[in-house]
Every structure is written in structure tokens, then in C-alpha cells.
């Protein structure tokens, strides 16, 4: 019997618009569980097509994601007393900067132990506004938008490194820079 010989094939992917991105891996775009995605240059296969999307970090990886469904991240948070009732807090924040149209999770944690944050409200019907009675203690807050399966950014520490979702209200994030 003779030996198999390896052999590695290239495809090129000729005849594609230069400026679609491409997604290596996965069932289909928006995939969390893709390999990578590129500027659409060369992809190997299994590889899909998505035009108008931008390449997006995930919990399992890279896919493409549509930019109308990025969530991005939220404007900034100001707090303020409620004044209907003691103790409740009034919440506001500025849009995404992925567009309208996303709704928003509000997460709190204990002030002075980093990363211990965890979901207190996994939707605000889409608004810039919540009302909130905080758990005892002192306490800080974070807004992440959200866009179908996906959380966005909960912002980013001191360092510039993306603070954790340790606990979400979605199936996954994805981190795009915004547009």
C-alpha cells in the first residue's frame, strides 16, 4: 500500500465584491459560534457572504453581524433621586451609538467589588429611562443595550478592557466598535 499524500487546497473566492465580509465558520451569518470574520478579501470555506455587516466579538468567538442588529453601547448614565418615592432612583441614559430601535438592560453591583454586577432589569421597552429600587448597600450601575439574542457593551474599565457580562439577559454579546 502507498502512503496517502497530504494535500492543502486554496479557493479563492473570485468574482466576490471586494468590500463584502466574510465569516468563516458557522451555519450562517450572525453565528456566535463562527471562527473569524475579514474585509471580505479571501475566505475559505465554509464560508458566508454578509454584505453590510460588521465583524463583531462574541462570547464564543467572531461572526459577521448585520449593523442594523449591532447593539453597541449605551450614552452616558446619570442618576438621580426619585422623588415619588425614598429610596428609588431615576435612571437616564443617552442612546446607543448603534442607532434606535434597541432595548436596554440595567445591571447593578456592589460598590467596591468589581465585576460583581448582575442583572436588576432585562428590558426597558426600548427606553432611555428606568426607575429602580436598588438593593441594600452601596451600589453602581451599568447599561448595556441590547438587539435580538445579542448584548452590547456594558463599557470599559479604567484600562480600556470591556467589563464582563457575567450574568445576561441575552444568549450572547457582541462587541463591534461603533459605527
Request: net charge negative; aromatic share 6%.
Amino acid at each position: 500500500m502507498r502512503p496517502l499524500a497530504a494535500a492543502i487546497v486554496v479557493v479563492l473566492a473570485a468574482g466576490r465584491l471586494a468590500s463584502a465580509s466574510c465569516q468563516l465558520g458557522g451555519g450562517a451569518c450572525g453565528d456566535p459560534a463562527a471562527i473569524d470574520c475579514n474585509g471580505g478579501t479571501v475566505c475559505f470555506i465554509p464560508w458566508r457572504t454578509c454584505a453590510g455587516c460588521t465583524c463583531t466579538t462574541t462570547n464564543e468567538g467572531k461572526t459577521c453581524l448585520a449593523n442594523g442588529l449591532q447593539p453597541g453601547r449605551a450614552g452616558s448614565l446619570m442618576i438621580g433621586k426619585n422623588a415619588a418615592v425614598p429610596g428609588d432612583l431615576d435612571l437616564t441614559w443617552g442612546a446607543s451609538c448603534a442607532g434606535p430601535g434597541r432595548d436596554f438592560a440595567v445591571q447593578q453591583g456592589v460598590l467596591g467589588t468589581w465585576y460583581s454586577h448582575e442583572p436588576l432589569r432585562c428590558t426597558t421597552a426600548g427606553t432611555l429611562a428606568a426607575t429602580v429600587t436598588p438593593w441594600a448597600g452601596d451600589r453602581y450601575f451599568l447599561i448595556a443595550p441590547e438587539s435580538g439574542d445579542f448584548t452590547g457593551s456594558l463599557g470599559t474599565a479604567s484600562n480600556g478592557a470591556e467589563r464582563p457580562d457575567l450574568e445576561s439577559c441575552t444568549l450572547d454579546r457582541a462587541l463591534a466598535p461603533c459605527p
